[in-house]
C-alpha cells in the first residue's frame, strides 16, 4: 500500500531554517508526480510546492516564493523541502501528497 512519512519539523526561531522529508513507498515514485500542502489551525490547506517526476518541473505557492525549496531524489523515493527564512506564519502541519494519498505530517512551528 502507498505509504508517505514525513519528518524533519520541528521548533524554530524566525529567520531560521528546517528541512523536511518524505519517505515513499508502494508506488512508482520515479513516475510520480508529489507535492508538499500545509495548513495552518483555522486556515484552509495550501500548496507549499510541487515537483514532476522526470523534468523535475517545480512550482511554488506564492507564500513561499524565494524561500523553500523542494527537490526529490528518486534513487531513495525521497522528497525533500528545504525551509529557509521562517516566518511566524509559516507554522503549520506540513505534509507530503501524491495522487490521493497524504502522509501523517510533521508538525512545524515558527516561534521566538
Known amino acids: 500500500q502507498v505509504q508517505l512519512v514525513e519528518s524533519g519539523g520541528g521548533l524554530v526561531q524566525p529567520g531560521g531554517s528546517l528541512r523536511l522529508s518524505c519517505v515513499a513507498s508502494g508506488f512508482t515514485f520515479n513516475n510520480s508526480y508529489m507535492s508538499w500542502y500545509r495548513q495552518a489551525p483555522g486556515k484552509e490547506r495550501e500548496l507549499v510546492a510541487g515537483i514532476t517526476s522526470v523534468l523535475g518541473i517545480i512550482k511554488y505557492g506564492d507564500a513561499v516564493k524565494g524561500r523553500f525549496t523542494v527537490s526529490r531524489d528518486n534513487a531513495k523515493s525521497t522528497m525533500y523541502l528545504q525551509m529557509n527564512s521562517l516566518k511566524l506564519e509559516d507554522t503549520a502541519v506540513y505534509y507530503c501528497?501524491?495522487?490521493?494519498?497524504w502522509g501523517q505530517g510533521t508538525q512545524v512551528t515558527v516561534s521566538s
Open positions: 501528497t501524491h495522487d490521493i494519498y
